[in-house]
């Protein structure tokens, strides 16, 4: 395809995109509404992940060590612990007396209930180990109980189960409605297209008499379809720039249990995925309506 050919196509384009303001308004408000819907469940969705993530930083496997051993040679587990699972991705040595300072700190003002068991400390030496993959709490439980010098263990493998149960399901969801809010976009804009060139088929026909070939026809709706998806794919990004930071975050900030992930940080992901999806549906949904109008 010729430079010139490229530029004629784009001034029809626009030129078209003039004189059917109103289609092209509604196109745009189309393609923006299902990009903001879907963008609204996939920020949920990042969130859930993100909270997921910091329930899951929290569950740790606490491995006790044998009492008859002293000081020094719990300390020297570590090692072992470590070889006992490759899941294994951390492993801190707590003494008993770290583990009753923490427990002091904890009770705060009723810290003077632990007065007097620094000489006969009744916590144990203990390990505090993070592993890489949930569904493996358990697995990995057993084999550091098979430890030589570990008394018991303590893993809330069914936490964990839980945790894992609930970011497939996120993920589940939020692919699905992803999917079905595609299929919903392709759909209304192909509609719309539709009717934009059901009030244009005298001058397709009009093309096809005087000689143009199906491309030639095709090309400046396909890049109209992508002018519009793509305007409105922006028009998307602002509109959930401004739902996400002044309305969702302003309204829960005093009650998430969590930190919500920044705007910023996923606008250029946010920007690439808005405006790609917004030229997909654009220039696929214009491509496939015009198909019945080029039979004439």
């Not at 999917?179 to 026909?205: G, K």
């Not at 249990?257 to 606008?267: A, C, D, K, Q």
């Amino acid at each position: 395809m010729k430079w010139y050919n490229i530029s004629y196509f784009i001034r029809e384009a626009v030129s078209s995109i003039g004189k059917h303001r109103v289609m092209s308004l509604a196109a745009i408000g189309v393609i923006a509404a299902c990009l903001l819907i879907m963008g609204s469940f996939m920020m949920v969705a990042v969130n859930v992940e993100s909270m997921l993530q910091e329930i899951e930083s929290q569950n740790e496997i606490l491995a006790y060590v044998n009492d008859t051993m002293d000081d020094e040679e719990a300390a020297g587990l570590g090692d072992s612990i470590r070889a006992a699972s490759k899941e294994i991705t951390e492993v801190t040595y707590i003494s008993k007396a770290e583990a009753l300072e923490t427990f002091r700190e904890e009770l705060g003002d009723d810290s003077d209930l632990l007065d007097g068991l620094e000489g006969d400390n009744p916590l144990r030496n203990r390990y505090c180990v993070k592993i890489k993959d949930l569904s493996k709490t358990q697995e990995v439980a057993e084999a550091i109980e098979s430890v030589d010098g570990i008394a018991d263990v303590s893993a809330r493998s069914d936490v964990s189960d839980k945790i894992v149960q609930i970011r497939h399901l996120a993920t589940l969801t939020c692919i699905i409605i992803v999917l079905v809010l595609l299929c919903v976009a392709l759909f209304i804009i192909s509609n719309t297209v539709n009717l934009a060139l059901f009030n244009r088929r005298e001058e397709i026909a009009i093309m096809k008499m005087i000689g143009a070939n199906n491309s030639f026809v095709r090309s400046p709706f396909m890049i109209e379809g992508l002018i519009l998806g793509i305007i409105g794919a922006l028009l998307a990004l602002v509109l959930q720039w401004i739902l996400y930071t002044y309305i969702i975050k302003t309204t829960l900030a005093d009650f998430a249990l969590f930190e919500l992930i920044s705007f910023r940080s996923m606008f250029w992901y946010l920007l690439g995925l808005f405006v790609g999806m917004g030229a997909l549906v654009g220039g696929i949904g214009s491509g496939f309506t015009i198909r019945k109008f080029l039979k004439v």
